[in-house]
């Protein structure tokens, strides 16, 4: 039995779906969601749907009875992320799974960007669990990127304060495949795997490509740091969020994110998508 947590979520449901494309049994896949409303979102696939919560470690070793396999999906940045996660794998080793498969950030060892920390500690705790384990340091997704194109090129313009760093994001459905893949496959305990697109590109790289593939002029302006924040501040983004996303460019500048490889591209069969294609999907 294979367990996906956060099932409902974007890439949770990304993951079932290219779990069936490999052939999985749907009964074979127990789907951990929190919110009983969001079932919804599993219909039509047949799955065995299972309601537990990150802050509640009884309802997690219900969920996890019978599982062989697990695929942790970091919960939502802020406060007791890491106590979700060791409740987590309190719960993996309780049920003595045959692999813990934890979806972590790239460079969660030695990155300087603040999300870094508690990827970090997590990956400390399922060492110190002794399940054996997988960790998926994940790359940015392009979607981070994509999803904001409509108000880009309404103003014709991408602020940031990544300078000239580059940034080997990958589609979410790539990160995606990759996790089925190691779910389903023999061989991975005991790795950690850094997963990015091939190649990285700079924002300004970005702005070229939107303008490229759009036919409307996109323009990179980068700023400081504090200017960055306080003009998302101006723009409505809640401070905390906009000092977040400055915190990402500033990682960028320093070349946190831009660990380009082959190891994705080795697990998942097929080159990750590219910029170019991932605007091109977005915009028609």
Known sequence: MIVVTGASGR?????????????????SIIAVIRNPAREVRLQGRNLRIRHADYTDPDSLRTAFAGA???????????????????????????????????????????????????HRETETAIAHSQVPSVILRNGWYLENYTENLATDLATGMHLGSAGDG??????????????AAVLTDDGHAGNTYELAADFGFTMSELAETVTRVSGKPLIYTDLPSGEHVKALVDAGIPEAAAELYADWDAGISRGDLDVAGPKLREL?????????????????
């Open 166 to 179: 580059r940034v080997a994001a990958a589609a979410r459905i790539d990160y995606a495949a990759a996790a």
């Open 68 to 118: 062989d396999r697990i695929l942790l999906i970091s919960s939502n940045a802020g406060r007791g992320r890491i106590a979700h996660h060791r409740n987590v794998v309190d719960a993996a080793r309780n049920a003595e799974v045959d692999l813990l498969v934890y979806t972590s950030m790239l460079r969660a060892d030695d990155s300087g960007i603040g999300l870094a920390i508690d």
């Open 268 to 284: 998942i069969g097929r080159a990750p998508t590219s910029l170019s294609q991932a605007v091109t999907a977005t915009l028609n």
């Open 11 to 27: 890439l949770g449901r990304l993951v079932i779906d290219q779990l069936l494309a490999r052939g999985t049994d749907p009964d």
